[in-house]
Nanobody
Framework: QVQLVESGGGLVQAGGSLRLSCAASGRTFSSYAAGWFRQAPGKEREFVAG???????YYADSVKGRFTISRDNAKNTVSLQMNSLKPEDAAVYYC??????????????????WGQGTQVTVSS
């Protein structure tokens, strides 16, 4: 059974930075794709960033140039470095992993496993 646990959320001022981490059990991140999604109150869950098994990354246009997804194979974690945060980045952030895919894309339907989420609050 795959379990994902996020950490690193919190309150930050606009323009600040946060680093989210996702630890996995039952899954070796280096062998599969992984992604980050977010959901703000009253809005649908949206894709933020993804990383394929090869290490190639892709981002939503809204975060491109500000967020960086990375993977630490030794620690079996996937992280999301968020810089230049804006109030509109505030949301619950979720780590996600597909069933067995090495490339998952930006659709939430491609991901089977989800963490419990971590809250990111950005004050203006």
């Amino acid at each position: 059974q795959v379990q994902l646990v996020e950490s690193g959320g919190g309150l930050v001022q606009a323009g600040g930075s946060l680093r989210l981490s996702c630890a996995a059990s039952g899954r070796t991140f280096s062998s599969y794709a992984a992604g980050w999604f977010r959901q703000a109150p009253g809005k649908e869950r949206e894709f933020v960033a993804g990383i394929n098994w090869s290490g190639s990354t892709y981002y939503a246009d809204s975060v491109k140039g500000r967020f960086t997804i990375s993977r630490d194979n030794a620690k079996n974690t996937v992280s999301l470095q968020m810089n230049s945060l804006k109030p509109e980045d505030a949301a619950v952030y979720y780590c996600a992993a597909p069933s067995r895919a090495i490339v998952a894309g930006s659709s939430s339907s491609a991901y089977r496993y989800w963490g419990q989420g971590t809250q990111v609050t950005v004050s203006s």
